[in-house]
Structure formats: C-alpha cells, structure tokens
C-alpha cells in the first residue's frame, strides 16, 4: 500500500512519537494504550449498569486512537501472547498455523501500521459521510443464499422458524452472478405461504437482494458475503443465520435477554483459541485473549450501537484477501472489529458441543454439526455445516460430545474470559478428518485424562427431540 503525500509530511512527527511510546510501553501491558471504552471492556466496573445506546459510534478521537497503539514486531508479539494464551491442551488450527506461520512472521510492522492507518481512514470517511443518513429501523433476518442446495436450506430454515411463529421478516442475500429463475420463485414463494398449508405459519415477507460493492471470490466458500450482507440489510437489529443453522425455538427469545440488553452484540465461539503467532493480535494492539475464536453461523446485532462494527466488518470482507487468512476466513472477523473497537459481546453460556451419528467402529467420530446454546446455557441452535459435504447414515443426530467442562462461570457467557472462564475446554482436542467425508472427532489431548470429554443421547436434551423429524418434514435434505 503507498503512503498518501500527508502521511509522508507526517512521518517524522508519526515516527518521533511511535519511538517515543515504544520505550514508554516496553514494560507496561498493553490495554493501557487502547481506547477508554476498549480500557473498561478489559477492566470493566463492575457498578456500570450498561444501557444500549442510542447514538451511533464510534467518534473521531476513538479512530485517532486506533493508529496510536504499539506495534509490536513480530517476535515481540509473540513473546507477549504466549504468556496470555498458552498452546498447552489447546485447541487451535494447527494446520492454519502450520501453512501460515512463516508468512506471519513476514509481516513488517509497516504493513501493520499501513492497515491501521486505512482502517482509520475508511472509519473516518464513514462516520463523516454516513452521519446524516436516515437511520435504520426495525428488526429482521438476514442470510445469504446463492445456490439450489443453499436455497434449499434456506427453505428449511424458514419454515422451522415460522413452526415457532417467529414473525421477523428475512432478507436473503446473493451475488450478482447467482442464483437462476427457478431459485428466486423458490424463495419468493415463502412470502406466500398461509395457515392451510397445515403448519399454522404465519404469512412473513421474504426479500430477495443483491449485495452489492463486492464480487464472488474464487476460493472454497465465498466467506465475503457475509459482512456486506449485514451491513446492507433494511434492519436496525440484525440476528444473522447461516442456511444451515437452524433454531429450536423462537430466536425472537435472544432480543429479550439479559445479554442483548447489556450488550447489544451476542457472538457464538468456535471450537479453536487463537494461537500466539497469529497476526490479529499486532492489527488489534493488545496481547492475546485466552478465549475460543468467534464463529459465525449466527451472529446478532444492534446497528444503532455497533454501526462501526459493520463498517469494519464490511472492510475485512472488502479487502479478504489481506485478512481473511487469520480470521479463518469471516467467522472471526466479527469478534476482531469488536476488539479492535473496544466493544463488548455477550454470547452462549456454555461451549459448543459435537453432535452427529453413533459410529460403531469409532465412537469418538461421525461429527457433523455444531451444537450452540444460548445465553442461559439450552441448546439452541442445530449449526449442520458438514452435513452437505459427506453422506452420513440415519439418524443422522444421535449422540453428542462436548468438554465436561462447558458452561461459564454464574450468569457469565462468551466474552467473559475471568477465571476460570479462561480455561474452559481445556485438553479437550477436536480433530477433523476430510476422507471419506468431512466428519469431526473428539477427544482428549494425550497426557488428559478422558473423563474431560462426556458423550451423551440426542434425546438426552428436551429441546433436542423431535428435531430430526422436523427437519425432514420441512424439506431437509440429506
């Protein structure tokens, strides 16, 4: 990236004071740089009662800040982090680390200054051009759908949702270059749906958009449609599902919660913990938090209060080929705004779970599915991402494994890494095999005892019965 011509006047003054703050901080941690709402989120008082907002953020003097935090090299990083995130018992993308860590360590400390000065710069630009924008209003839900098989689950997906009478309305998003006729009339004929049909579901808009200012990437998943699609919706209050994500209850029930009301932004975890050497912690300018990364199968969101998370988010989709690969791909995206922001999330309050079929020949295995709670801890939502990549037997869910130690500590959810939050899911080790199908196992690291990994029935769970029957009626398709 160049330099503009007022960042080269800058540059001797920009220098003298990074020079200057670099021997002030040496021995100092680091969230005493970060902004003062970020400085509260890492040291909250406890007294605050927090109210969401009804003014957008963030203000100028928060993205001057953003430029002015420490940029550490990167073996200084490193240093610092694994003293914050141990790689002991953890799960983490060992394979993302192995492919990448060289090209981390190639990561000159102007680049990292030159992204925090352009996302100053694009944060800036948004905050003074969008500052007189009519504002959003309203509540709805947003997915992205750009394929038949997608389409299909997207199908399913709202028909679940109605059998609980949700009434919020959905906004199914596309590129340009998808989706044929025969797609869109599926789609557009949930609109029309009525009680004859015998389901009691109630007659809910769906829209059919375009996202626009961005175009299909070439990879596995096209990750980048995710962050436009949210910041593009007609909603003030966001809750994001993923086709294949399906509720158990009404998820109405998360804009009630004592979580959303404090926070405004429920985010759900993925199985992994960031690694020491991963680069988001040089971009976000603090040391590692020892905490599961963010997943994004279904993310909630108030715009009025986080509108600058948008914007960010929508930033690293923009740009995904620069920061896509330590974000694992957008799953993480969201949690590394919220950060960089000084936002606090709320989010599920106890772990995922695996849950698949019961395998005869390696009861550890046959895992298809992510199983995410709610903030008081009921599981809530059926995360079914490898069910379309592989052929499974039915039942196709029957057992589910999860870390004996899952739930967060009294009324805390993710977000909260207070002891002993932290070492949640500790020596508990997911291992994910691609042939013949992609299925994930898990175990327990070797050394742990086994007894940290519980199995447990399906039907074990009242939420969970019937599930399976449901989603064949509505169209489910395996």
Not at 112 to 136: G, N, T
Not at 268 to 292: A, F
Request: glycine share 8%; net charge negative; with cysteine.
């Amino acid at each position: 990236m160049r330099w503009s011509g007022r960042r080269l006047i800058a540059l001797p003054f920009v220098s003298l004071f990074f020079l200057l703050t670099f021997f002030s901080w040496k021995r100092k941690e680091i969230p005493n740089y970060l902004p003062e709402e970020a400085h509260k989120y890492f040291h909250p008082d406890e007294s605050h009662d927090h109210e969401i907002q009804t003014t957008p953020a963030p203000q100028a003097p928060v993205v001057q800040e953003l430029v002015q935090r420490p940029i550490l090299t990167y073996d200084e990083a490193v240093e610092l982090n694994s003293v914050g995130c141990s790689t002991e018992g953890v799960n983490f993308d060992a394979g993302s680390v192995r492919d990448n860590e060289q090209r981390w360590r190639e990561i000159p400390s102007t680049r990292i200054s030159d992204w925090r000065h352009d996302i100053a710069a694009y944060l800036q630009e948004k905050i003074e051009s969008e500052s007189s924008a009519p504002r959003k209003t309203g509540r709805g839900i947003v997915m992205a759908a750009g394929d038949r098989d997608a389409v299909i689950r997207a199908r399913t997906n709202i028909r679940l949702l109605r059998s609980y009478n949700c009434t919020l309305p959905v906004e199914i998003f596309h590129f340009h270059t998808e989706l044929s006729k025969s797609d869109k009339i599926m789609l557009s004929e949930l609109s029309q749906l009525e009680a004859s049909d015998g389901h009691g579901f109630r007659n809910n808009e769906v829209a059919i958009r375009v996202v626009e200012g961005i175009e299909k990437g070439n990879g596995w998943k096209a990750f980048e449609i995710k962050g436009a699609a949210i910041q593009q919706s007609s909603f003030d209050e966001i809750l994001y599902l993923d086709t294949d994500s399906y509720s158990l209850q009404n998820p109405e029930s998360l804009f009630e919660s004592n979580s959303w009301k404090d926070t405004g932004l429920l985010l759900w975890p993925d199985y992994t913990k960031s690694h020491p050497t991963n680069p988001i912690w040089r971009l976000v300018g603090h040391q590692c938090r020892d905490e599961y990364e963010g997943e994004s199968g279904q993310i909630v969101i108030s715009r009025s209060q986080h509108q600058e998370v948008l914007w960010l988010v929508e930033y690293f989709a923009v740009r995904h080929d620069e920061f896509y690969g330590f974000m694992g791909g957008d799953r993480d995206s969201f949690r590394a705004a919220a950060l960089m922001l000084g936002k606090k999330w709320a989010g599920p309050g106890r772990l995922n779970a695996v849950a698949g079929v019961a395998l005869k020949d390696d009861p550890k295995g046959g895992g298809h599915t992510m199983l995410q709670a709610d903030p008081e801890g009921r599981w809530m939502f059926v995360h079914a991402n490898l069910i379309k990549h592989g052929k499974f037997p039915r039942p196709l869910w029957r057992k589910i494994h999860r870390a004996a130690k899952d739930r967060f500590e009294g009324t805390s959810t993710y977000g909260n890494i207070d002891p002993p939050n932290d070492k949640l899911g500790v020596g508990v080790k997911l291992r994910v095999e691609q042939a013949p199908r992609i299925e994930t196992f898990m175990e327990t690291f070797e050394g742990y005892n086994e007894s940290l990994v519980v199995v447990e029935d399906w039907d074990a769970y009242e939420e969970l019965e019937g599930f399976e029957e449901k989603w064949f009626e509505f169209g489910g398709v395996h």
